[in-house]
């Protein structure tokens, strides 16, 4: 290997990016583009009574309208997470089927023109009446009907889960704790809404689509649509974030599809801010009630935690709680049960580190009031709990790193000597805390085959593809790196060329295996094509390489030599020019473990954060974040600190500022939009410093590749919400941390008679 | 977007007298709420009168000590005046804790006094909004609510004025200089924002067609040392859970004279005349704060989701009022 990867290379498609060259989907030019907006029903339940769009018609330059009564009927498509390789729709429901309506801004219409704003203004003029019925759309309102599902999340996690005896555990614990959290639905909100633009020529349907996975896109549209895969072809190079809400194909995509074919021209829709909220998932409103027990010296009994949450009227969706909370401790006994209440929303989805940042979330700040009532350090609390097996088989774990995360985390902080005692520390008029919590999240097997193909060409020069797209994390740098590697050719006459259903398949890089899977595959294309021309060498007379065992054989800089002697070798171009090749070419493939595979997969971290509440006004910022990671082999250290600082931050939105609320009365969401929604920005971001370790995995993937998707959010919230408790002594039992959380606890001598009705205040 | 015709003017007598034509004209300046509005289908204009060319963009520093500020100043421009710096610290502060650099760069100081409303429910053409929608009833009263303003509120709105140097102004006795069809006038900033009441669409007492061309503020001695403190979820670009304009004078240990306004609680932004008269004469201490701003908050008509801002507004006027007597601020 030329050792490309881990080295420090900036994004190759920052200067399109930042030029404005690169074409994200809603920039595509078409000839005769027509524009899309959705209708989206005002209601949360109830029956349209009559659609009126003469008005709309008439409106300039509207080219047609559809709606349930003529929208051609799709097929029924069941829900399967992305990564598994089928179609994937983001909820079993298709809208515009019949006159019935489950969830606010479900779309009852489809509008288009030939331009934005026609569309747009058209959209206001379909008058839509509607036979309104109760509606459901939080916990409070459903509690009573919960239910524990068969199945969640895609139907591939079960609704509850138990290892040992938790009663038992409980019961002979020398001290329990016991904590209720409510947690705030959350929208991914990322900047380039979802959008996409499809393009029909004759029965072949071409989709712009701003997505995390082309292939998903590609197998839902068609078996929506009853077509074969061959005549969809889906392209995306560039997408403007995800964050999980672009994982799943949602109805708008297949609907743009429906319009383009029913005006004759190509459309393009793209999602107005508000719609985001109503048309690609969010993370479901809900609570969790933990217990642990402990024995006096700190050691785990049981860990108990019950989760509650929101699903939609069609679908057992709730993002799996309990994954890292069963395995990042020695515990003999754990039990994890998903309750759902049927409401009046779409289905939920991915988001940003799903299930698991709140599960995480949950149990950390009960250990870290574990470690309080015990006396402990929280990391000394952590580590005589910490496990070298995962608890729930037995396996050990393909890589570990755990320790040298706290270790070099606390280092980092500057943990050591921290004072435990809450409101110790003061700076003017903030109180200063600081607080950490583990981090972990899964290596998950459930992707299909990855291929990638290579293809060198007699100077040189390379291209390696395969069918992914680059959402900002990175990919497309690091890929390169990969195949400039695996190839053995310098990185500036490597390619990657991506965006295309009709190039190799990957799956969508989802739950931060994108860099495994997708790696693997590149690796294995670069090294097959490499071994390949190799082989050539090795039985070429006249090459002066002819008889040499091919396992001596290196390549860098695109000359083949003997390891030890750089001057033994020939290039690939005299190679393939004495051999009158134009170019070579060759497939390369990577299955996953099985899903059996005898080892724990978690990537691990630790999170730091110390944070400054305002000692009268509840104000919280933070100052400082520090997290250390161990996701395996980093193939380039610029993209990975960016991912993590990126789901770092995110913690912190998740911790502070984000929340989605409903209205109740009305049935949807009250603040769907970006001045409403809070999430960070730069004024709010603190010094975030990240520390990389490196451990090497041979179970996981070829080159030992974990992830840094999701483990930069997990964990980050509780870390600031133990800080919180360390600067003001109060336990924050519901995220977003708010001001009118923290008043009355500051400053007890003001009592003040408070109104406080509802316990949600955010 | 719905169609509507676009006008760009460079006098003000044409501007004025094309936006009085007719009843759904309007005058656009930087257009940085407006144009919003009219994207959400809030607001319908027939035309909109483009008076960026007017030239109204001055801020003169008066022989008096006092400003007068042109109404389509922008707000970075007066942010950074010499004279406002120097006299008026409060309301360089309020605008610098406004909106973001590049909206400050665009939105003009008139436009900034008309801003409407942030209320969701305000914003959102399919929910009932009496100001959008007289007599449609108000989604607010119990929606979600907790931005909603405490003070000065009514059973037909509870949208909070999202102004920051509004407050700033109000607390300094601006007065705003219109032009109309009956020539000129100036008008007292306090009397420049309508309480809801039961007519929650009226915010102002403009007639249609009238022009701010400028607001002038009186020489305030006691303003050169003055605060404008914002309490808010995130640092940047957000409205006020609760904002505080103060200034305040002590002589032998008792206030002299104070100037209060709040932003972020009411539904104008708000002069808190009772925690002035209650500190008059009072010894400059934390007591006697707390207990005026008790005071001005006993009025509050707090909801579910935002009683929390009737204990928040009096912690920050204490701290401004603090901030001031400590000698921390400018």
Redesign the interface.
């Known amino acids: 290997m030329s050792g490309f990867i881990g080295q420090d290379v900036s994004r190759v498609e920052g200067p399109g990016k930042v030029s404005g060259s690169a074409r994200y989907s809603g920039e595509i030019a078409l000839p005769d583009l027509a524009y899309a907006e959705i209708v989206g029903a ?1 209601i949360a339940s109830g029956r349209i009574t009559s659609i009126d769009t003469a008005q709309a018609e008439r409106a ?1 330059g509207v080219a047609g309208i559809l709606t349930h009564r003529n929208l051609p009927k799709v097929n029924q498509v069941p829900l399967v997470p992305s990564l598994m390789g089928g179609p994937a729709p983001g909820e079993t429901f298709f809208p515009m089927q019949d006159d019935l309506v489950h969830y606010a801004g479900q779309p009852v219409a489809i509008v288009v023109a030939d331009s934005l ?1 026609r569309a ?2 058209a959209a ?1 003029l379909v008058q839509v009446s509607y036979a309104e019925s109760p509606s459901v759309t939080t916990i409070d309102q459903g509690r009573a009907d919960a239910y524990i599902p068969e199945k969640i999340f895609g139907g591939f996690v079960p609704g509850q889960m138990q290892r040992g005896n938790v009663d038992d555990g409980l019961a002979g614990a020398d001290l329990r704790i016991d904590a209720a959290f409510r947690f705030a639905a959350n929208h991914h909100n990322p900047i380039e809404a979802l959008t996409t633009t499809a393009a029909w020529d004759d029965d072949q349907l071409t989709l712009y689509d701003s997505c995390q996975g082309i292939k998903a896109v590609q197998l839902t549209v068609a078996a929506l649509l009853g077509m074969s895969l061959s005549k969809v072809r889906v392209l995306a190079q560039y997408v403007g974030g995800a964050f999980g809400c672009k994982a799943m194909v949602w109805p708008h995509v297949t609907l743009t599809a429906l319009a383009a074919q029913y005006v004759r021209r190509p459309v393009r829709l793209s999602l107005p801010r ?1 719609q985001m909220f109503t048309s690609c998932g969010h993370r479901e409103e809900q609570e969790q009630h933990i217990q642990l027990g402990a024995t006096r010296n700190g050691k785990l009994t049981a860990i108990r935690n019950h989760k509650i949450s929101v699903t939609s009227p069609f679908d057992d969706w709730a993002e799996p709680a309990f994954g890292v909370a069963s395995q990042l401790y020695a515990c003999p006994s754990f039990e994890g049960v998903h309750r759902l209440v049927r409401g009046n929303t779409m289905t939920p989805t991915f988001t940003r580190g799903p299930g698991e940042a709140l599960g995480v979330f949950t149990l950390e700040c009960a250990m870290d009031e574990l470690a309080s009532e015990l006396g402990i350090d929280p990391i000394e609390l952590r580590l005589r709990n910490i496990t070298d097996v995962d608890p729930n088989t037995g396996n050990p774990w393909s890589s570990h790193g755990l320790r040298e995360c706290y270790e070099r985390g606390a280092s980092r902080f500057g943990w050591a000597g921290r004072n435990p005692k809450p409101r110790s520390e003061r700076d003017g ?1 903030w109180l200063i805390g600081t607080g950490m919590a583990s981090a972990a999240y899964p290596v998950a097997f459930f992707m299909h085959t990855q291929r990638a193909r290579a293809h060198l060409y007699a100077d040189g020069t390379a291209i390696v593809q395969t069918a992914t797209q680059e959402f900002g994390t990175g990919t497309a740098t690091v890929m390169t790196q990969v195949a400039a590697d695996g190839l053995g050719i310098d990185l500036q006459n490597a390619r990657f060329e991506y965006g295309d259903t009709d190039l190799p398949t990957a799956g969508s890089p989802v739950g931060s295996n994108g860099a495994m899977m997708i790696s693997a595959a590149v690796h294995n294309a670069a090294s097959a094509l490499r071994d390949q021309l190799i082989a050539l060498a090795v039985a070429d007379s006249q090459s002066p390489l002819h008889g040499t065992d091919p396992a001596r054989i290196v390549v860098s800089g695109g000359r083949m030599a003997v390891a030890d002697d750089a001057a033994s070798g020939e290039t690939y171009t005299s190679l393939m020019q004495r051999h009158f090749m134009n170019d070579a070419e060759a497939i390369g493939s990577w299955d996953p473990p099985p899903l059996d595979t005898p080892y724990g997969l978690l990537t691990f971290g630790a999170q730091f954060a110390r944070v400054a509440v ?1 000692a ?4 919280i ?1 933070v100052r400082h974040m520090t997290g250390a990671f161990a996701p395996g082999r980093i193939l380039n250290p610029r993209t990975a600190r960016s991912q993590l600082m990126g789901g770092m931050i995110w913690g912190m939105g998740q911790a ?2 984000e929340g989605t ?3 109740t ?2 049935g949807r969401w ?4 970006l ?2 929604y ?1 999430v ?5 971001a603190p010094d975030v410093d990240i520390e990389l370790i490196e451990v090497q995995d041979d179970v996981v993937s070829p080159l030992g590749v974990k992830g840094v998707g999701e483990i930069g959010q997990v964990g980050s919230a509780a870390a600031i919400a133990n800080a919180v408790y360390h600067a003001t002594g109060y336990r924050a039992r519901e995220l ?1 941390i ?3 959380h923290l ?1 009355a606890p500051l ?1 007890p001598d ?1 009592a ?1 008679p ?5 316990p949600t ?2 | ?3 509507f015709g676009y006008a760009r003017v460079t006098d003000a007598d044409s501007a004025i007298a094309m936006v009085q034509e007719s009843r759904d004209s309007a005058f656009l300046a930087g257009g940085t709420t407006e144009v919003d509005l009219v ?1 959400q ?1 809030v607001l319908r204009p027939a035309l909109l009168v483009d008076i960026n060319d007017l030239p109204l963009n001055r801020v003169e520093e008066l022989p008096s000590g006092g400003l007068r500020i042109g109404a389509l100043a922008r707000m970075s421009d007066v942010a950074q005046a010499a004279g406002v710096v120097e006299r008026f610290p409060m309301i360089s502060q309020a605008l610098l804790q406004g909106a973001s650099a590049q909206l400050r760069n665009m939105a003009s100081m008139g436009g900034n006094l008309c801003q409407r409303v ?1 209320c ?2 305000f ?5 009932p909004c009496n100001k959008r929608d007289p007599g449609s009833g108000c ?1 607010a009263l ?3 609510n ?1 931005g909603h303003a405490i003070l000065g509120t009514s059973d037909k709105c509870i949208a909070t004025h999202p102004s920051d140097v509004a407050v700033a102004l109000v607390a300094l006795d601006a007065v705003v200089h219109t032009r109309g069809s009956r020539g000129e006038r100036a008008i007292p900033i306090d009397d420049f924002f309508l309480l809801p009441g039961d007519t929650p669409e009226q915010e102002h007492p403009l007639e249609h067609g009238e022009l701010i061309t400028a607001i002038e503020i009186p020489a305030t001695p006691i303003a050169h040392q003055s605060v404008y403190l914002k ?8 409205f006020a ?1 609760v904002s505080v304009a103060a200034a305040l004078r002590v002589a032998d240990g008792v206030v002299a004279e104070v100037r209060l306004a709040l932003g972020g609680v009411g539904t104008k932004p708000w002069r808190a005349r009772r925690a002035e008269r209650s500190l008059l004469g009072q010894p400059a201490q934390e007591a006697s704060f707390a207990k005026a701003a008790r005071q001005e908050l006993s009025m509050a008509t ?4 935002n ?2 801002k ?3 507004a ?3 006027i ?2 401004a009022l603090t901030t001031l007597t400590n000698g921390d601020a400018r």
Do not use: C, K
């Open positions: 005002g300039a704003e747009q203004h206001t508000g008029n305002d009268d006004l509840g104000i910022r502070l500022l609320h409903m209205d009365t009305l009250a603040n769907a939009s001045g409403d809070l960070p920005v730069n004024a709010d977003p708010a001001v009118e008043l400053r003001l003040v408070r109104q406080d009705a509802q205040a955010r | 977007m719905r169609p994207r289908n942030r969701s429910y914003r959102d053409v399919t929910s989604a119990s929606g979600f907790r309490f808010r979820d995130r640092e940047s670009y957000e859970l707090p909801r579910p989701l009683s929390f009737v204990e928040l009096q912690r920050a204490v701290r």
